[in-house]
């Protein structure tokens, strides 16, 4: 452990740094769902358009482990995404057996309202913190991504 973490000599789940991210996040989540209801999207299915908007040409096996499903779940997933449209599958030129996933031009304005309600849900969770503050925290959680990231 590195010097500079203050010591604790017992597990308090209201100081656990793990808890307080998951639930930021899964109420920020909370927050984005209530914002693009109106739009018919599932959470998973926002996500994957989010995630493949983030990697286009991604495959499905790197969509379901940054989504941590199951591939066969994934499977149905992109099913529903390509039946809707906004979701389409091409092959893979470096592997036959593969597909490569790319966001359709319909979906392209539905990814437009997902940011823009993006944007109003961080600022809605980043109300009375300052630029500096910010920064520090997103230099941080940018720092502990990279030490987790790391092989160990």
Known sequence: MPNNMPAMKYFDPEKSIGFLIYDVSRLMRRDFDRRVQALGLT?????????????????????AD???????????????????GWVVRQPDPKDRR?????????????????????LQTRAQALLGVGEDEFTVLFNTLKKMKSNLSKEN
């Open 98 to 118: 593969a597909v490569q996933l790319h966001l359709t031009e319909i979906s392209r304005p539905l990814l437009e309202t997902m940011q823009e309600k993006s």
């Open 43 to 63: 959470q998973i299915q926002w996500r994957a358009i989010a995630h493949i908007a983030r990697q286009e040409g991604c495959n499905q096996a790197t969509l």
């Open 66 to 84: 940054q989504l941590e499903v199951k591939p066969i779940t994934l499977t149905r997933l992109v099913d529903r995404l390509v039946e809707s």
